[in-house]
Structures are given as structure tokens and as C-alpha cells.
């Protein structure tokens, strides 16, 4: 069933950044380009223009209820004798002599970025105007000091474009949807301009009107459908050109690990998409949909979890089937609805160890881990996703990443908390829950072998002994 009344609410309570939180981007917008345009900065500035999420109206709520990004774009005259990297650094250098924004200030290879804790953070971007030729627009590359060709305002069209043929604002929502499918579930990693253009490219002036996209639910179907075929028809990495410069590739720097790995997970959820919008009953409809976006999802209604094998989907009964360890089991209802069904009392369960640190009053840093499942340590592995089903063979390479590739700061240390559960654990001693430090950079391996659903969670310690950043809790089920 579509439910279209309750992706409705999925959309405005749990997906959408909600208006406050707009609202107060807007004034520290408003702020940050009164400070821009009376500040010592040497460019003669043009004008300012939205860029990203924001600009493109696709911005969520974070997940983990941190910070949200923000990208705006300064566009100014190009200076005699200045080299890109002169734009950033300086534009650093402005806002960090600020009282107001001194501490909230970073530089990085592209933009300066200010954080207000636990709210936003603004990427301020210096974009050149006419310095190559008219009507040409370029980002600076501080690191390697180059002008790159950018089209912001293209691009920004080209997504507006998009969204008309879709009718009923739905490529903007299905984008935002599929957005928080990736930062709910971590099993796949696609940056959002990436993301928005695959989704984007699955859409033509002639489904205007059509069926297709009739509401929400329809679009994400069709948008998802389609993209699953295009991927599929593709083993190895494609390009993705920038629509409005064909001369950027989006995937470029897309590991082709990554891709396999995004190429499987989407064709695993355009199934489960389908599975949902064709089931018949509106209970059964609200348990597949929270299968692919948790248990957010209708959070109004209570529905009854069926344990019989005949609604299992076609796969999942098989497997069942041929394992009797599934039978009234944790691990089968994962196998078969997803991680939404995995209590709290799982993830948290008493004999893990609380988190000693208290909460850093300097930026939070968001972290995510991915997995890679290997039959030995040294050798290489297949990525898996929080929530997958394995067996409890060889071990799991873990790896903690900062978001927006971030490299660990200088004064931080990563620390797991791995946890296991289940009657084979529990019985053996072996149930764990404690703080283990990391091995090779940010790594943990640990071997498998005990059939239930357990966790690992990475945190990010500062050298005063405060919390800088946490992952959400990786699910690690063996069958």
C-alpha cells in the first residue's frame, strides 16, 4: 500500500528539517553576510548565493540530532596577484580574528566553516567570477592552489527543472527520503551531490502528469526502480557528469568498492520498496516500510509483528526454512523485517558498559562506521552493512570515519564499545559491553562466532578525557 497520508507525517515530523531550525539558518545567514561585507576581506563581493541541500530545498534533519550542514557561496571580482588559495585562507583569517566567531571558526581546502554546536554548521565558499572569461564561475582548491569550474546556479536550475516534471514536489521529498535511508542505515556511502544527480537523472520532461509520479510513495518507487536497472546494467563504476558541466564527474572520487557496495545495497531496497507498496494489508504495508526506514515510520500506529514464515519475503522463507536456529529468533526477525524490530534492550542491554566521558563543550564531530567481512585479518573482505545477516565465520574489520572525510583530530583518540548478546554469548561468558582501543588508525577487528545480534559503536575521545563524537550503533547479526 502507499500509506501516502503517513509518509506525509514521516516527512514533516522525523525526515524535514523543521522550521525552526530554518529559521534560525537564515538569520545566522543574514549575520554572516553583514560580517562578509564589512570585514577587512580584500575581494570586491558581488553577492552571496544558496548552494547544496539548502539551496536545493533536499536538507534534512540530522539523524543523530547534531549539527546540519549549510553551504553558501560568496561571489566576488577577482584580486590582482592572488592565487586560489588566498581567497580561503584569508576569508579564514577574517573570521578567525572575530569575537563573534573566532571559536567557531575552521579552514579547510575549500571554504571557512562555522559551527554553532549542536545546531548548524555554514560552509562559506569564495566563488570567482570572470577571472578565466565572462560568465564563468570558479571554486578554490586551497589545497593544490587551483581555480576548478563550478555551476552552482545551473545546477541549482537543473534540480528545480527536475522537480516540475515530478509533480507534487516529489523529487525533492524522494531525495530527502533517500537521504535519510543513508544516514539511518549506514550501509551505504554516496555523497549528496552524487546522490541527488543519480536520482535526478531518473527523471524526464515526459513523466510530467504521469502515474508515475503520482504522490510520494509512487515516486520513490518508480525514481528508485529506475535507478536499480540503471545500476545493474553497470558492474563496474560509471561516470556522473555534472548535468550542467559535463566537464565535472561527481564519481570520480567514488572508491569502486563504494559503488559495488552502493550498487547492491539500492538493489536490496528497491526491492523492499516494492515489497511494501504492493502489500495488501495496511499493517503489512507499515512493517515493510519501516523495514527500509526504521521504526520512525508511522510511529503513530501499533501494529502486530506476524511471525509466520508465509509473510516472510520469498528469500527470507527460504533461509528460515533451511535453518532451524531461526525459529522464534531475533536473528530471523532481522532477516526478515530489519533492524527496526531490534529493541533497546539489545542494543543497550544492562551489561554494557555506560560511556564515562562527558559531553565536550567544543563542536561535536559526527562519526560512522562502516564493516568489512574478511576470512582473515590480513586479507581482503566484502563490505556489509549494519543489519546484514552473515555467518559467524573469519571476523569483521571495522573502520571509523568523520563525515565530510575529516581526518581525526590531533587530540582525539577513537575507543570501541563492542557488544554481544544472545543465548550462545551469554552462556559462553562472553557478553562483553567494555571499551577496547583501536588498532591500525581508526580499525578494530574482531573475530565472529556466536549466533545472535550484537553492536560495535565507535567513540571519539578528546586527550581532556570529554566526548567529541559517537556512531550509532553497528549491527552486527550471525545466523
Known amino acids: 500500500m502507499k500509506l501516502t497520508s503517513c509518509f506525509t507525517s514521516f516527512l514533516k515530523d522525523t525526515v524535514n528539517l523543521n522550521q525552526t531550525r530554518i529559521a534560525d539558518l537564515e538569520r545566522s545567514i543574514e549575520a554572516i553576510q553583514r560580517f562578509i561585507r564589512q570585514s577587512t576581506w580584500k575581494p570586491s563581493i558581488r553577492g552571496f548565493e544558496e548552494q547544496g541541500s539548502w539551496a536545493h530545498d533536499t536538507i534534512i534533519k540530522p539523524v543523530d540530532q547534531r549539527e546540519f550542514d549549510a553551504d553558501l557561496l560568496v561571489m566576488v571580482d577577482p584580486v590582482d596577484g592572488w592565487t ?27 571554504c571557512v566553516t562555522i559551527t554553532y554546536a549542536n545546531e548548524r554548521k555554514i560552509d562559506i565558499a569564495p566563488c570567482i567570477v570572470d577571472r578565466a572569461y565572462v560568465d564563468t564561475y570558479e571554486v578554490c582548491n586551497a589545497k593544490i592552489d587551483t581555480f576548478e569550474n563550478s555551476a552552482p546556479i ?3 536550475q537543473w534540480m528545480k527543472d ?4 515530478s509533480g507534487s514536489n516529489s523529487f525533492r521529498k524522494v531525495t530527502r527520503l533517500v537521504k535519510y535511508l543513508r544516514d539511518i542505515k549506514l550501509t551505504f556511502s554516496c555523497p549528496s551531490v552524487l546522490l541527488t544527480t543519480l536520482l535526478g537523472n531518473h527523471i524526464y520532461s515526459w513523466d510530467k502528469g504521469s502515474d508515475a509520479f503520482a504522490d510520494v510513495p509512487t515516486a520513490l518507487k518508480t525514481i528508485m526502480g ?4 540503471w545500476l545493474q546494467e553497470r558492474p563496474f563504476k560509471p561516470e556522473v557528469r555534472n548535468p550542467k558541466l559535463w566537464s565535472e564527474d561527481f564519481a570520480s572520487s567514488w572508491a569502486d568498492e563504494k559503488y559495488s557496495n552502493f550498487r547492491d545495497k539500492i538493489h536490496r531496497y528497491r526491492g523492499w520498496i516494492d515489497e511494501a507498496y504492493d502489500a495488501l494489508t495496511r499493517s503489512d504495508s507499515i512493517i515493510a516500510w519501516r523495514r527500509v526506514f526504521g521504526s520512525e515510520f508511522a510511529k503513530g500506529e501499533t501494529v502486530e509483528l506476524k511471525k509466520s514464515l508465509n509473510e516472510a519475503s520469498a528469500m527470507a522463507r527460504v533461509m528460515v526454512a533451511s535453518n532451524s536456529t531461526y525459529q522464534n529468533d531475533l536473528v530471523r526477525d532481522v532477516l526478515i ?23 565536550s563543550s567544543r563542536p561535536w564531530i559526527d562519526i560512522y562506521i562502516t564493516a568489512t567481512h574478511q576470512r582473515k585479518k590480513s586479507r581482503a573482505g566484502k563490505i556489509i552493512g549494519s543489519g546484514d545477516v552473515i555467518a559467524p565465520t573469519g571476523g569483521l574489520m571495522f573502520n571509523a570515519l568523520l563525515a565530510n572525510g575529516q581526518h581525526l583530530p590531533h587530540d582525539c583518540h577513537i575507543r570501541w564499545r563492542i557488544t554481544n548478546t544472545g543465548a550462545a554469548a551469554m552462556l ?11 588498532e591500525k588508525g581508526n580499525t578494530r577487528w574482531e573475530p565472529l562466532q556466536y549466533h545472535g545480534v550484537h553492536t560495535a559503536e565507535a567513540f571519539l575521545v578528546s586527550s581532556d578525557g570529554t566526548l567529541r563524537g559517537q556512531s550509532l550503533p553497528f549491527h552486527v547479526v550471525l545466523d
Open 337 to 359: 523485517y530489519g533492524t527496526a524490530v531490534v529493541p533497546t534492550s539489545i542494543t543497550h542491554p544492562a551489561h554494557q558498559t555506560p560511556s564515562p566521558w562527558p559531553i
Open 428 to 438: 559462553a561468558g562472553c557478553g562483553r559491553g567494555d571499551f577496547y582501543s583501536a
Open 162 to 165: 527536475q522537480n516540475s516534471y
Open 84 to 110: 586560489a588559495k588566498d581567497y580561503v585562507k584569508e576569508l579564514g583569517k577574517v573570521f578567525k580574528a572575530s569575537a563573534t566567531y573566532g571559536d567557531m571558526t575552521k579552514t579547510w581546502d575549500y
Open 154 to 156: 545551473e545546477y541549482t
Open 226 to 229: 529506475r535507478l536499480d536497472d
